[in-house]
């Protein structure tokens, strides 16, 4: 919540696919919000807006600030006492066990079992199997039933990937006539053999403007097309075993 004079506004943050900022906008202005901010990414745009509040926020707000700021004093106030009574028994000298030795080393065992935690790529980055084990580990799974689709998933929802894949699947939607279910696997399209990875799908897609397509446009797309996919996370479906995606740029390879 922010304020301006006398008016309570909530506001809340958006990401919309480079290129079509202004159809977010006009929906959300629809609704009765106004853009605050535009920050452009490399793939989307993190578009701020923001409206009045109802009546009821507004008062639910004063209330809770007044409470916060008289619970803030109480902390304060005991935090100075815990101060005053600790004070002394923070100068004493530690105990002699708990002296390190000058000359320790750490044991071989140590060494050994002591490996160094990846750090996580920010949420901006496009997830490859170049620049992340996890999803290269996700990518080489047989099993698309597998928990750690799930997880991996529920971590990396709103974020953004990039593989090489392939039509295996592809359907109406619904019995729809220009709307699809596109199913997608990692890697070149075979007859012979089943492809690692999860089930990807595109979930009531149109393939001719849905998919964003990147370089040539292709007449007709179906099982056995070969696509450069990136996409957005969106869930996984257990009951299906399907990975959805949201389609960011899609090119025929």
Known sequence: ?????????????????????SRTIEKWESEGWEVVSQVPAKIRTEITFRRPAPKSRRGLLIVGGGVFALALAVIFTIGIIGERDTGPAETASPAPSE???????????????????PSPLPDDVVL?????????????????????????????RGQTISFPGSIVAMGPHEGASTRYDILINAGDF??????????????DENTSYDLNWIGSVPDTIGVGTNLGVTAEVDRYVEQQCLFLLDPVTTAVR
């Open 128 to 156: 490859t199997s170049e620049n992340s084990p996890e999803f290269a580990a996700l990518l080489a799974l047989t099993d698309t039933c597998s928990p750690d689709i799930a997880a991996f998933a529920a971590a990396h």
């Open 1 to 21: 919540m922010t304020t301006d004079t006398e008016i309570t506004y909530e506001t809340m943050t958006v990401r919309a696919v480079r290129g079509m900022e």
């Open 99 to 117: 002296v390190a030795a000058p000359n320790e080393q750490p044991s071989p065992e140590s060494m050994a079992t002591a490996t160094p935690t």
């Open 190 to 203: 075979s007859e012979t053999f089943s492809q690692p990875g999860p089930s990807f799908q595109f979930r």
